[in-house]
């Protein structure tokens, strides 16, 4: 029986490290080939790594916590590795004083080190839900959410919890979040608001008055993507009230309908739908400014894929949906509701989040009315929806209740002037108003 040692992969990101979040597995336990070892994070997504051995877990080299370096040891498995494995290759010879095994996974680079950035004992969290019946993947939504899932009420056929009576809780919860402002809180762990989940490396002052956060991870891809679209594209943004109250009403028709009963529909189906349709009558703001060696170019897609900026306890994400412009509205619900929840579980792939063409930020969500967005990186156009809430408005010379909303739009100015960025919003905006302009 000899000892493989598993390196901290390549997952296909083009990525040098990745933070250690949770091991599955423990010194002592028995793993099969693909087995789940550990989750790591990495600056645009949670992945799981499988096992490319069969074995007795030996020692674990990488702490959660720490953030550890592509080709870095983290594990030692004893066993023999399974050579029909396809996930399996042969390695480089290594060195004499070199404890590393005769096999790795394809894409793994080669020397790293683990930095440590441990957590201290008190700082780790506790324990919690112990006899509550969930999945794996259900209890990490509830970490994600910060619901105790002893307090959740189990509707699934076992009496286990399900996605939905974690996601009911947190919604209903939330209602009651901000009822009165708090007191700045003693503990540390407390400053840490839900969507920016406590570093470990975080550094407390003497006076306990501040600290400071290691930038790493979501936020740090998300801070120098924003950085460089703010520096790189002349941002511009225009915007418009619109009476969505034809829009609300569509809604709850889908809503309604047998078509429609298993999947989610709001509004944002119907932004998405109008954002679709207006590309095709302004291109211009489905594109993007290219430096080439040849000079610079303006590259129009021909096709939409939609990204959808996600907040989600990892911090913000956007994934996009592929070929949006092909799906049927009920097809594009269940595309944005699939988008949605694996992003609130902290599923979305690398590749869910490259090739977007435009996106849209649903700011209304959190009560904005408006907002002036920045663009997503390598893209021309941004949409922002607001709040839909009833307020008067002005219909055939009287004023009366309707549900109005604001769709405000930022623009790359090389790429798209302000009349083409005007009449897209328009656009966008006339279909909230009369959604059976779709119907063209």
Same mark, same amino acid.
């Given at each position: 029986m000899s000892t493989q040692t598993f390196q901290l992969p390549d997952v296909g990101e083009g990525l040098t490290e990745a933070e250690i979040v949770t091991w599955r597995v423990a010194p002592g336990d028995t793993v099969a080939i693909n087995d789940v070892l550990v989750e790591i994070e990495t600056a645009k997504s949670l992945v799981e790594l499988p096992s490319p051995f069969a074995g007795v877990v030996g020692e674990l080299l990488a702490a959660e916590g720490d953030t550890v370096e592509v080709g870095a040891p983290i594990i030692t498995i004893a066993g023999e590795a399974d050579a029909a494995s396809p996930a399996v290759v042969p390695s480089e010879p290594a060195s004499a004083d070199a404890s590393?095994?005769?096999?790795?996974?394809?894409?793994?680079?080669?020397?790293?080190? %683990?930095?440590?950035r441990r957590r201290k004992p008190a700082e780790r969290p506790v324990a919690a839900s112990v006899g509550v019946v969930a999945k794996p993947p259900i209890r990490k939504l509830a970490r994600d959410l910060g619901v105790d899932l002893a307090h959740v009420v189990p509707s699934g056929p076992a009496g286990e919890v399900t996605r939905d009576d974690v996601l009911r809780h947190a919604s209903q919860a939330s209602v009651f979040r901000n009822i009165e402002t708090p007191a700045w809180p003693e503990e540390r762990e407390e400053?840490?608001?839900?969507?920016?989940?406590?570093?470990? %490396?975080?550094?407390?002052?003497?006076?306990?008055?501040?600290?400071?956060?290691?930038?790493?991870?979501?936020?740090?891809?998300?801070?120098?993507?924003?950085? !460089?679209?703010?520096?790189?594209?002349?941002?511009?943004?225009?915007?418009?009230?619109?009476?969505?109250?034809?829009?609300?009403?569509?809604?709850?028709?889908?809503?309604?309908?047998?078509?429609?009963?298993?999947?989610?529909?709001?509004? *944002?189906?119907?932004?998405?739908?109008?954002?679709?349709?207006?590309?095709?009558?302004?291109?211009?703001?489905?594109?993007?400014?290219?430096?080439?060696?040849?000079?610079?170019?303006?590259?129009?897609?021909?096709?939409?894929?939609?990204?959808? %900026?996600?907040?989600?306890?990892?911090?913000? *994400?956007?994934?996009?949906?592929?070929?949006? !412009?092909?799906?049927?509205?009920?097809?594009?619900?269940?595309?944005?509701?699939?988008?949605?929840?694996?992003?609130?579980?902290?599923?979305?792939?690398?590749?869910?989040? !490259?090739?977007?063409?435009?996106?849209?930020?649903?700011?209304?969500?959190?009560?904005?009315?408006?907002?002036?967005?920045?663009?997503?990186?390598?893209?021309?156009?941004?949409?922002?929806?607001?709040?839909?809430? !009833?307020?008067?408005?002005?219909?055939?010379?009287?004023?009366r209740p309707r549900y109005v909303t604001t769709v405000a739009g930022s623009f790359d100015h090389r790429v798209i002037d302000g009349d083409g960025m005007s009449r897209f919003i328009a656009d966008v905006a006339s279909i909230l108003e009369e959604p059976a302009l779709l119907l063209d």
């Open positions: 590393g095994s005769g096999s790795v996974l394809v894409g793994y680079g080669t020397g790293g080190e %683990a930095v440590s400053t840490i608001t839900v969507a920016e989940p406590a570093p470990a %490396a975080a550094v407390v002052s003497p006076d306990a008055r501040s600290e400071s956060i290691p930038v790493r991870g979501v936020r740090k891809a998300v801070a120098s993507g924003m950085v !460089q679209s703010a520096h790189e594209a002349p941002h511009v943004s225009v915007w418009t009230d619109v009476d969505a109250s034809r829009t609300m009403e569509l809604v709850k028709r889908l809503k309604a309908s047998p078509d429609f009963a298993d999947v989610r529909v709001s509004p *944002l189906l119907i932004m998405a739908r109008a954002v679709i349709w207006a590309v095709r009558r302004t291109p211009m703001v489905n594109a993007a400014w290219v430096d080439g060696e040849d000079g610079a170019q303006i590259r129009v897609h021909h096709y939409v894929n939609l990204g959808i %900026a996600a907040a989600t306890p990892r911090g913000l *994400l956007v994934p996009n949906i592929k070929d949006a !412009q092909d799906l049927s509205m009920r097809d594009l619900a269940r595309a944005l509701e699939k988008l949605t929840l694996t992003a609130r579980e902290g599923k979305t792939s690398p590749a869910d989040q !490259q090739g977007g063409t435009i996106t849209i930020t649903n700011i209304g969500v959190f009560g904005m009315d408006a907002g002036t967005p920045i663009l997503n990186a390598g893209e021309a156009g941004i949409v922002a929806l607001g709040t839909i809430r !009833q307020k008067p408005w002005v219909v055939d010379g009287e004023v």
